[in-house]
């Protein structure tokens, strides 16, 4: 599997937008880019997915560079319950291969 | 429609007993996804299967470890003769089709096993 690069940790205010980078310079042409999240004491949970194009649901926005080499998780408001780990993972097909993700601490 | 349900949520053995994990996917899913994530590491695949067969256990351990998904039934990883470094969260996910690109998978709350 393509390998993605995070970092370890962010901080982040309540209410203020969050931007998690993902660097993926290998990533293939058939390989989406999926976000899940770990919350504490929980299973992973689905965030987001894309390909190529910029999407959007009403958990997260996921922005895409044009080459593909890198995105971006985005959090329009953090909340206290937005305080987790988020994994950045790519996949074409079979399972999915978790890294260490990005440990996003909230503060109120 | 129910998620992902696996039981029991926490599980105590001593060392050297058999450890059961059940994992019942959601409804209309066909596969399941075994994962184990040890105290403050990250999640580690260990088996993919489909109804009655083993696709994938290339994150199994050699010895002790099994897991098998009926026709009936839910999954079972089943951990024979347990020992401490045996401890961890184990998750299951399941998905309605093999996991394609942009297929999503969904995880039940885990087993948290701990040998004493």
């Known amino acids: 599997d393509a390998k993605t690069t995070q970092p370890n940790s962010m901080e982040s205010n309540e209410e203020e937008p969050v931007h998690l980078p993902c660097n993926h310079s290998?990533?293939?042409?058939?390989?989406?880019i999926h976000w899940y999240r770990q919350l504490p004491s929980q299973g992973p949970e689905y965030v987001i997915h894309?390909?190529?194009s910029n999407v959007n649901n009403r958990m997260a926005s996921l922005a895409i560079a044009e080459d593909r080499k890198s995105s971006t998780l985005i959090l329009h408001r953090a909340t206290l319950r937005d305080a987790a780990v988020y994994y950045c993972i790519l996949r074409d097909l079979g399972m999915l291969t978790f890294g260490g993700g990005t440990r996003l601490m909230v503060k109120p | 429609n129910a998620g992902v349900m696996q039981n029991p949520r926490h599980l105590v053995r001593r060392r050297g007993q058999e450890a059961r994990l059940r994992c019942s996917p959601m409804k209309g899913h066909s596969h399941v996804y075994w994962y184990r994530q040890l105290p403050e590491e990250g999640l580690k695949f260990m088996v993919y299967?489909?109804?009655?067969?083993?696709?994938?256990e290339s994150g199994m351990p050699k010895e002790r470890f099994s897991a098998e998904f009926p026709k009936e039934g839910p999954s079972i990883l089943r951990i024979q003769q347990v020992v401490r470094g045996d401890s961890a969260a184990y998750f299951c996910a399941s998905s309605p089709s093999q996991l394609v690109g942009g297929t999503e998978a969904f995880f039940g709350q885990g087993t948290r096993l701990t040998v004493v």
């Open positions: 894309g390909l190529t």
């Open positions: 290998t990533i293939s042409g058939t390989d989406y």
């Open positions: 299967l489909q109804k009655e067969n083993i696709i994938d």
